[in-house]
């Protein structure tokens, strides 16, 4: 029989509040591990209180940022909430208490909690803080906070999750740890809620196409992503001038990171309109799923020029609606992208300061654009590589998958 396990979930994002792959990541692993038996999880996350759930839903206790924090950094806003999740999993006691925490919003509340308990802290690494310096751009100081909180939860985890092995790698690369404490579990993504349409299903996807001004005729590529330095969308906008003239570029692209990237990419996408004949589409509200759904089975390719990418969920999204993806060669992408099979890898050579910038972009560029036509211009291949992508994600990125190895890692550590 298997022991018993209650695992405290400790995240930034949740439902309804979910802004990138960690929140999918924790709402997923979250609702499979809670349908297990003998597993009782409870999620801690930010963005204030969620209210009454419905009966059968995971249990979730969302916190506020304390109001005397209010004009503060916001690396100090985010310890505010650290400090009282963890008063309050300090009362939970040890016995069968596992500690689960995700990105570094979160990673000093699992660490102060397991200090607090006794109980293990497991780490989920979505991204890392060294390998992201342009965070000082928002943060200022608060990214020195931000990677000091990061440092010291994974000197002190008892097991850290990292969603690829490129990420694993990373982190072995930039923290002094155990190699033996370190576990490969990649994200996964929901086969049922991302899929292709049904037929009867069609008429309210063509209507969202419609709405969104997306012409289904065209060939098409697609973007999908938080305007951040990391997911290389200006590089994009620069390879996009070399596409031929009748491919439409759809981007769903919000939640900048600061102001200036903000006008980068508002100044790259106004030039491009101006030397382009066929469609720049910009979508800047947050699509419910099945909209984004249709504008993913409407496109040719989905494209992800990330500089880092640990995993990258949307490619796995992409995938698994029916679409090939050209993505860098960088972090976890080779992982999901089989070259040459579900889509094709741009390869990149990139600076080694943390930032991941391309030592050539002009090359990179053009490299991106190459294979992004190559793609569009072959119909019949790209819809294989379509329906190889599906099959991938169905055979390796299952949730049901995730959850298991996810359980091997929590009786590891809880011996």
Known sequence: MLRPMRVEMLSREYPPHIYGGAGVHVSELA?????????????????????????????????????????????????????????????????????????????????????????????????????????????????????????????????????SAGMRADILRSYDLDPARVHVVHNGIDLDGWRAPREDEREASAATVQRLDIAPDRPTVVFVGRITRQKGLPHLLRAARLLPDDVQLVLC??????????????????????????????????????????????????????????????????MAVGLPVVGTATGGIPEVVEDGVTGLLVPIEQHTDGTGTPTDPDRFEADLAQALTEVVADTATAEQMGRASRRRVEDHFSWQAVAERTLEVYRAVLG
């Open 253 to 318: 692209a919000g939640a900048p990171d600061t102001p200036e990237i903000a006008q980068e990419v508002t100044g790259l996408v106004e030039e491009l309109r101006q030397v382009r004949t066929a469609p720049v589409l910009w979508i800047d509200e947050m699509l419910p799923r099945h909209e984004l759904v249709a504008v993913l089975d409407a496109a040719t390719v989905f494209v992800c020029p990330s500089v880092y990418e640990p995993l990258g969920i949307v490619n796995l999204e992409a």
């Open 31 to 163: 609702r499979v591990l809670h349908g297990l038996p003998g597993v009782d999880v409870h999620v801690r996350a930010f963005d204030g209180p969620r209210g009454d759930l419905p009966e059968g839903e995971v249990p979730v206790s969302g916190y506020a940022a304390p109001p005397e924090l209010a004009s503060a950094n916001a690396a100090l806003r985010t310890l505010g909430v650290d400090l009282a999740i963890a008063a309050d999993v300090a009362e939970l006691g040890s016995d069968d208490l596992l500690i689960h925490s995700h990105t570094w919003y979160a990673n000093l509340a699992g660490h102060l909690s397991a200090q607090l308990t006794g109980a293990p802290h497991v780490l989920t690494a979505h991204s890392l803080e060294p390998l992201r310096p342009w965070k000082a751009e928002q943060l200022g100081g608060g990214y020195r906070v931000s990677s000091w909180a990061e440092a010291t939860s994974y000197a002190h985890a008892d097991g850290i999750i990292a969603v």
